[in-house]
């Protein structure tokens, strides 16, 4: 939920009386995916949750609306919202019309009609605010779904089995998976290390939970040899198009560069020298996964010393996806 000083400057572009209510993250003791926000809403309105109709495009947002008891309609935006108790998920909200949104056309419902709109537009700002849009409908005394708290983590080669269990078992709290096991050797090497058919069985768990599977790469190659590699236009965009093409051929959603050997084994004096590379390294690679719908993330080890103020260049390392 976004604070009062940022939903304000929204509210304040939007025509006058277009909410009623509107409820910041700063006006309350417990976010979502707690009920509180829309709750807090409803009462400000003067009516029950349950006559409100709620339009939210987050798990986290989903879960506040129908933990609250509200009609809760999912539409998808940044983050994929799954089927799931409680509410119904639709792509766009030309997909609902009046009725479904508790909006009777009648004349006799004009009074019904009134109250109704009200809640809507004002949960809609809770809604917005929050980010997301999902589509349910609550029955009964049905629980809402579990709290939403994704995740990502590596799934080590060495313990392949036991990272297969626990996606099957924990998948719903995943967001992205990183098998980690893919070594870099040369400019057009990069190979498994662990055992393939076992790497398979975990990436059919992970798409089976919906999660995107972006496997790791660790720089395999002898001290400075890929400082080496990067520092060569010609090698370095080989290295680009073999790990894009890896990603291409297995279907991945994306690929995490781990290469800390420059951290840990190249000299420090060759730093200032290796930057430059590595930021066209990043900037390449993002460019070409990106050209595919395919994501890029990077690990950077931390760094236990004082060292200068990074560049924007340097930063541009750490945060490029």
Known sequence: MSWARFADAVVKALPPGSFDVVITGDEVTHGKPHPEPYLKAASRLGVRAKHCVAIEDSPTGVRSAVAAGCRTFAVPNVV????????????????????????STGATMAR???SRLRPLLGLLMVAAIGVGVSVAV???DE??????????????????????????????????????GYSATGATAVAFDG???QLLTL?????????????????GMPAGAMAALLADPASRAQHVQTIVALVQQQGFDG???????????????????TRPNWVAFMAELAGA?????????????????????????????????
Request: glycine content about 8%.
């Open 203 to 219: 990436v059919e768990g992970i798409r089976a939970q919906g999660a995107l599977v972006i496997p790791a790469i660790t720089d």
């Open 112 to 114: 019904r009609r009134k």
């Open 138 to 140: 609550r029955h009964g």
């Open 80 to 103: 994929d919202i799954p089927n799931g108790r409680g509410y119904t998920v639709v792509r766009s909200l030309r997909e609902l019309d009046g009725i479904e949104l508790g909006l």
């Open 143 to 180: 629980p809402a779904p579990l709290p939403d708290i994704p995740i990502s983590g590596w799934a080590p080669y060495w313990v392949l089995p036991d990272a297969t269990a626990a996606v099957a078992a924990h998948g719903a709290a995943l967001h992205a998976v990183s098998p980690f």
């Open 289 to 321: 996964l990106h050209a595919e719908g395919k994501l890029l993330t990077v690990a950077v080890p931390p760094s236990t010393t004082p060292i200068a103020p990074p560049t924007a260049a340097h930063g541009s390392t750490t945060m490029r996806r």
């Open 255 to 273: 690929i995490d560069i781990d290469y800390e050997k420059f951290a840990f084994a190249d000299d420090r004096t060759t730093w200032d020298t």
């Open 195 to 197: 055992d393939a058919d």
